[in-house]
């Protein structure tokens, strides 16, 4: 078993729980949708980001995978994307405003549906990633990733803690980094 890809995994995911628990004040007595649909948002963003980041160590390194760790961090990511705007959703919806009102919050919103969009349908990967064109959604799911890091600083309540917009900063920057090699191994036939 590689530990290296948990340990990345692992960390984002601690990060983005002490993140969160901090913006909250470590106050956990009430919480509500309101307050834990950004901890989702963070953690599919992170442990999405550790795939990346994974991949690229991967590359330098040479480690091998670990057959267990992809199958199961998709599944947290893929959790989280329901309930980063399902628990939004419904809230809005049970304060007594239409589901349909998400799309009047702003600009910013609207980048992270079309993202969240272009996530669900990499989420078919399973079926599709043979085919010649798929290339294409995971060259999206890029784009997306760098969309998100507008969505949450112009969004994100966590992000407004100083030194975690730093991280976010670094999160964007070497995710660009990530995609560029990427890119030229994809043009290289690796």
């Known amino acids: 078993m590689n530990l290296i890809p948990w340990v990345v995994s692992g960390g984002m995911v601690g990060l983005s729980v002490f993140v969160w628990g901090q913006g909250l004040a470590w106050q956990f007595g009430e919480l509500s949708g309101y307050q834990l649909f950004p901890l989702f948002g963070l953690l599919a963003f992170t442990v999405m980001w550790a795939h990346y980041a994974v991949y690229f160590l991967q ?18 990511v ?37 993202s969240w969009f272009i996530f669900m349908i990499f989420e078919s990967h399973r079926w599709y990633r043979d085919q010649a064109w798929w290339r294409w959604i995971t060259w ?11 969505h949450a600083l112009n969004l994100g309540s966590d992000l407004q803690i100083g030194w975690f917009r730093w991280v976010w900063y670094f999160f964007g920057v070497s995710l660009v980094v990530f995609l560029i090699k990427e890119y030229y191994d994809s043009r290289r036939g690796r």
């Open 59 to 76: 590359q330098i390194f040479k480690f091998g995978e670990d057959r267990w760790y992809l199958p199961i961090t998709r599944y947290i």
């Open 78 to 114: 893929l959790f989280s994307l329901l309930m980063h705007p399902g628990l939004l959703i419904w809230m809005r919806w049970r304060d007594g405003f239409p589901p349909s009102t998400i799309f009047g919050l702003g600009g910013w919103v609207l980048v992270g549906i079309a």
């Open 140 to 150: 999206a799911n890029g784009v997306a990733m760098i969309l998100i890091i507008f």
